[in-house]
């Protein structure tokens, strides 16, 4: 009986020992556990301010692209990147008090999705004194954000989104070959359009045909504009224009009625009623400007002397939809290289 009260006891304090040895080991593993996360917050943060000059298909793909690039690089959200992002919803007051809100919230770097938006941070870091990567802006020399595409000079580099406008009008040729007039369909207020509006221009003059230039001024004007260029020409071509990309369903909607056919330059363009065009990725684009980005704020470029990043070849893009019912013949030419969309 003794014998047997005494093997209890021993057995209760073995078990409470052993009990409290592994409940210490426990503790020691969690302690373990919180050094080493404790390590991962103490490093590096980021934080990248993001102005987009409004949504269309185009620069939501292009931002996507950015966020890929970022983590590429290593800067990931969630983990050591803060994104601050803005959307200006096409308004030029909202895009100067946005600017304003991303260089107080600190950001390292900023990144401008678009012309407008490019040149409203460019104005609002006064002193230079914050990096600025241009996302898809066209005529970064021309627009007056860097003194050259390929020696930028001061705290502003980035990526152009800069399509090859010749091409398309050389294809747009090769589909209607009896094409004699084309209508170039762009918003008044964008340095970006009248850039590849001129080299389109030259191009359709040295295939021998007549150009109407109609500029608008605004999403307004876009119906009227579709409707008057349907009864003088043979076909339109929209460079990358911010306000005609936004406006495309309607342009789509009319240029169906009256069967005016229409060659844009990026693929969203051509998915929402476009014939066809030579374009880049919005993706790869973002992609691009999310690496520099990185590159930049963790030291390893410097804006001033990293050339413009420009993409030299472009994919032919065809709604087949489009072509069908416009009666254009696809020949094994035409889409030997080509992909079709929907
Ligand atoms: N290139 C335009 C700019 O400089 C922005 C842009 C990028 C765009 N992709 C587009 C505009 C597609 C229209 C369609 O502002």
Redesign the pocket.
């Known amino acids: 009986m003794k014998n047997k009260g005494l093997l209890t006891a021993v057995a209760v304090i073995v078990i409470v020992l052993g009990g409290f040895a592994l409940f210490q080991g426990f503790q020691k593993d969690n302690k373990s556990a919180k050094t080493t996360t404790s390590t991962t917050s103490n490093q590096k943060q980021y934080t990248v301010g993001v102005l987009q000059?409004m949504s269309?298909p185009?620069?939501d793909q292009?931002y996507e692209g950015i966020k890929e690039g970022l983590a590429e690089e290593g800067l990931k959200e969630g983990e050591n990147l803060t994104i601050n992002f803005q959307n200006g919803q096409g308004d030029q007051s909202k895009l100067n008090t946005m600017s304003q809100q991303l260089v107080q919230d600190k950001s390292e770097v900023l990144i401008g999705?678009?012309?407008?938006?490019?040149q409203a941070l460019d104005n609002n870091v006064k002193k230079k004194d914050i990096p600025i990567v241009l996302g898809?802006?066209?005529?970064p020399e021309g627009?007056g954000l860097v003194a050259s595409n390929d020696a930028p000079g001061a705290n502003i580099t980035g990526v152009?989104?800069?399509p090859p406008v010749e091409e398309i009008i050389a294809l747009a040729k090769k589909m209607l070959p009896n094409a004699k007039k084309v209508g170039m369909l762009y918003a008044s207020s964008?340095?970006?359009s009248k850039f590849q509006v001129a080299k389109a221009s030259e191009k359709a003059k040295e295939l021998g045909m007549e150009v109407v230039n109609k500029p608008v001024a605004s999403t307004n004007e876009v119906a009227q504009t579709v409707q008057i260029l349907a009864n003088e020409v043979d076909f339109v071509f929209i460079?990358?224009?911010?306000t005609?990309?936004n406006a495309m369903e309607t342009v789509a909607q009319e240029a169906e009625k009256q069967k005016l056919p229409v060659f844009?330059?990026?693929e969203?363009?051509v998915q929402q009623g476009g014939v066809a065009t030579i374009g880049i990725s919005?993706k790869e684009?973002g992609v691009q400007t999310g690496k520099m980005a990185a590159q930049i704020v963790k030291g390893e470029a410097e804006p001033a002397t990293t050339p413009i990043f420009t993409f030299s070849k472009g994919e032919t893009i065809i709604n087949q939809k489009q072509a069908e019912a416009l009666e254009i013949h696809l020949s094994d030419e035409l889409t030997k290289d080509a992909r079709f969309t929907e």
């Open positions: 000059l269309h185009a620069l292009i999705i678009a012309t407008p938006a490019a898809a802006v066209t005529d627009a152009s989104d800069q964008e340095a970006n460079p990358l224009d911010n005609i990309a844009p330059s990026v969203t363009m919005q684009l």
